[in-house]
């Protein structure tokens, strides 16, 4: 069996250092070139400003919308042809096929000889076919300069030739030239091992390629529009050196005082709506403990089952539950009307911005109090049975047993939820807050999620809620970090 | 020592005051289960009553019509269910979160089962560090404005991909099934692997179907959140009402003070009794958010071992 092992084994030559070098310029180049498609500021299809600045050369090849959506007048008239349009998308899905060939490229020189010397091809011809998605895409400029001289509007249509333009041929001329050199240094000889192979840590490594990809590009490339944070941003503008503002932003959290105002506000609804979250995280545990004082566990299923359903609904549909029961013409007043006969009874508990706080905790609890609960009460099925029975050989009565024994064996669950709910202060979502805002809970109910929200998107202060979505994300790791090192200095074990 | 056993353990010594206790248990449950079970029921009931009833509040406990002598009588009809046909807008929305649900639920289970099958690979090159680099993500983001901004690059606004790709990586749900992978016994693989099977191979022959049961636990998981989503629709479809998810037009129409003609398409070939029993704003809204409800209603009691074996894993993760 070992012999069948190690047979299957690829044997792969370890290359020479001089081999090495250009192959790792190489695929760092490609790397590059590959992250770069993603990458609007290196977009070497914008040719015109009127190009959304933020089209990347992926949604510049294959998204008419996107490079067309700020030109109407433009297009309508005819400033800018639709042919020169179609020939700038064709030119840069050249220049993405070139990329994607270096990648296929660079993928392949992981291989053994036999495996480098075919990826030689792709890599070789990368270069020269991003050259000519380059080309086209110069061709594509030059047209619609002369077309813009024509119709005399060159002011209006701002033909131009971007940076990115000249990255790419840096990166098409210096892949085809490490490629160049990798042709020469290489060892070709194969030593008679003709077959394709690939060390497998190299194989795992390309085939999680793709997850690490997705991974990057929606939850690590955001941190790049931190940039906001620095510049003078309205939508639809530019960043540059004239609107670069460094910190001020940073600053208006302290010295404006309509910000400072708002922020204190915020931060109080916020640290308020936690804190009540926090000092009523024990309810779970008192749920599932008296949960299982119930002898039959027919009832106790029956009601576990039923009290998670509302977990598991929307926050709107929670709202509309609201509705249903407190609004005017709701369940609560047409009792009050019907079966209790009282007169009059036509409030609309939800437009009463009494006890806001209060409401948003029992809304929370009656959504996920069931469902926080089924930890425990599998937590509580884990505790080992000897103990309650001797405890009860002991003497201990059923409160003594449940404060003794099973108290203490949910506490380590109930630590990391706590530091786990510590740690996540300041973010308490914004869907509920968002569903329950009304124009007379609107101060008592922001909190920073949805201030941000209200200010990024609904009236447009990008730099100002980008500078508070990054202090309250630098907060929230600090915090984690924190709580991680409390959990590892108490109890041994990191809870991240 | 059994759960028998042990409640005849107990039996035996129950004084007045256990007595007490257990009642005052039982009690606090039945009301607890009530409260949360009582709303939807009560919105199912205004749903199926006679309009005019419910406008007057007097559906309360059981759904009424109206008796032919004046006074009102049990019974249930469905015309409102008819008539939700007629509501503008809510068939590309139910369209949308439907396909959304199916897509983007088999693609976010089949990155997780790949991924989470390659980071229990030892031998990958830094594996360690990948594992990671997937980990962190899911404590870390980098705020509601740069993310939207983020789409916007990648040309995700107004496009139904938007509520696709980016929810395929879901580093909680690799992490699931990674841990339980490694709950399998390595045997099983190596000797696939002796037997010349390749990763591809041995993910789908042998460790696709071994692992159903975490699969269809997050399987579930993220039919019910892609279901329930709203907060990208609401921030990434500006400019395309008809991809707005099902809550988000629930939203709306929960927020819409306006006359029932905007919420109503003009025309159409309804029966005249169905477009008259819709008269009443609230019964439209209670109709459609009855009809959010179902699906996860109808799937929930079948699948609830799922979602305890799913927070159980969870708790162990690593």
């Known amino acids: ?64 919308g996107t490079i067309t959506n700020s030109m109407g007048r433009i297009l309508r008239s ?28 660079a993928c392949m020189s992981l291989g053994n000889t036999a495996m480098r010397k075919k990826g ?12 000519v998605g380059l080309f086209l895409i110069r061709l594509t400029y030059n047209r619609m300069l002369a077309h813009g001289t024509e119709v005399d ?8 030739l971007p ?16 490629a160049l050199i990798a042709l ?19 194989k795992l490594f390309l085939m999680m390629l793709p997850v690490i990809l997705l991974s990057f590009i929606f939850a690590y490339l955001p941190i790049w529009g931190w940039r906001y944070a620095f510049f003078d941003y309205k939508p639809g503008g530019t960043l540059s050196a004239d609107n670069f503002v460094g910190f001020k932003w940073f600053g208006s959290l302290f010295n404006d005082p309509a910000t400072v105002r708002d922020l204190l506000r915020v931060l109080r609804n916020t640290l308020i709506m936690s804190g009540l979250g926090i000092a009523t995280s024990w309810l779970p545990i008192a749920f599932a403990v008296l949960l299982a004082e119930v002898r039959s566990t027919k009832f106790q299923r029956v009601v576990q089952t039923l009290t998670t359903i509302p977990n598991f609904i929307s926050w709107v549909l929670v709202y509309a539950i609201a509705i249903c029961i407190f609004s005017t013409d709701g369940f609560l007043n047409s009792f009050l009307t019907n079966v209790m006969h009282q007169t009059g009874a036509n409030t609309n508990y939800l437009q009463i911005a009494d006890h806001t706080w209060l409401k948003m905790l029992l809304w929370g609890t009656w959504k996920g109090i ?25 003497g201990a009565n059923r409160f003594r047993c449940i404060w003794h024994i099973t108290i203490p064996g949910l506490m380590p669950t109930y630590m990391v939820m706590l530091l786990m709910s510590i740690a996540g202060i300041l973010s308490n979502g914004m869907e509920q807050y968002l569903v329950f805002e009304n124009a007379m809970n609107k101060d008592v109910i922001e909190v920073l999620d949805l201030y941000v929200y209200h200010i990024g998107i609904g009236s447009n202060q990008i730099p100002l809620s980008t500078v508070v979505g990054i202090s309250k994300s630098l907060v929230g790791v600090t915090l984690l970090f924190a709580a991680n090192g409390i959990s590892k200095a108490i109890r041994g074990e990191s809870i991240i | 020592m059994s759960k028998k056993e042990k409640n005849a353990a107990q039996h035996i010594k129950r004084s007045t005051g256990d007595w007490i206790f257990d009642i005052a248990v039982i009690i606090l449950f039945t009301l607890f289960t009530f409260i949360c079970i009582f709303p939807f029921y009560y919105l199912l009931i205004n749903t199926i009553s006679d309009n005019d009833l419910v406008t007057s509040g007097r559906v309360n406990f059981i759904p009424l019509l109206k008796a032919a002598e004046g006074g009102t009588v049990f019974g249930m009809q469905f015309n409102n269910y008819i008539a939700l046909q007629n509501v503008q807008d809510l068939g590309s929305a139910i369209t949308v979160t439907v396909l959304r649900t199916i897509i983007g639920t088999a693609l976010m289970v089949i990155t997780s089962a790949w991924a989470g099958y390659l980071v229990t690979k030892q031998k990958m090159w830094k594996r360690s560090f990948w594992y990671r680099f997937l980990v962190i993500t899911m404590y870390f983001n980098a705020g509601l404005v740069p993310w939207y901004m983020n789409m916007l690059m990648m040309g995700l606004t107004d496009n139904f991909l938007a509520y696709i790709i980016p929810g395929m990586v879901a580093p909680y749900n690799i992490i699931l099934v990674k841990t339980y992978i490694e709950s399998i ?18 993910w789908m022959k042998i460790i696709v179907p071994l692992s159903i049961p975490i699969l269809a636990t997050i399987a579930i998981f993220g039919a019910v959140g892609n279901w329930n989503s709203f907060q990208d629709s609401l921030l990434l479809m500006n400019n395309r009402p008809d991809l707005y998810t099902l809550q988000h037009r629930l939203y709306i129409y929960l927020n819409s003070s306006s006359n029932l003609g905007a919420m109503m398409s003009q025309g159409g070939t309804i029966s005249e009794q169905a477009a008259a029993s819709m008269l009443n704003q609230r019964v439209i809204q209670y109709t459609v958010s009855m009809v959010s409800i179902i699906p996860i209603l109808l799937v929930y009691p079948f699948m609830q071992r799922y979602f305890v074996k799913g927070i159980m894993l969870g708790a162990v993760k690593g």
Not at chain 1, 184 to 202: A, I, L, P, S, V
């Open chain 2, 185 to 202: 016994p390595a045997s099983l693989e190596e000797s696939a692997i002796i037997d010349g099977a390749s990763t591809t191979k041995v």
């Open chain 1, 370 to 394: 069931g469902w926080s609960a089924i930890i425990y009460i599998a937590g509580i099925a884990g505790i080992d049975q000897q103990l309650y029975e001797a405890a009860r050989v002991d």
């Open chain 1, 184 to 202: 020469f240094t290489m060892d070709k000889d194969t030593h008679g091992q003709n077959r394709m192979e690939m060390d497998e840590k190299y």
């Open chain 1, 163 to 178: 940076g990115g333009f000249w990255v790419y041929c840096a990166f098409a001329g210096l892949l085809f030239l490490s």
């Open chain 1, 1 to 64: 069996m070992q012999s069948t092992l190690k047979a299957r084994e690829p044997q792969v030559q370890a290359a020479s250092l001089s081999e090495r070098i250009p192959l790792w310029i190489y695929r760092l180049m490609a790397l590059l070139a590959g992250m770069a498609l993603f990458f609007p500021p290196a977009n070497p299809g914008r040719v015109s400003e009127k190009i959304n600045e933020a089209a990347s050369l992926f949604t510049t090849a294959v998204s008419r």
């Open chain 1, 120 to 131: 030689l091809l792709p890599s070789l011809l990368g270069g020269p076919v991003m050259a």
């Open chain 1, 153 to 160: 509007k060159l002011d209006r249509i701002g033909i131009m």
């Open chain 1, 78 to 105: 005819q400033w800018i042809q639709d042919a020169d349009i179609t020939l700038l998308m064709i030119a840069c899905a050249v220049v993405m096929l070139g990329v994607l060939a270096c990648g296929a490229g």
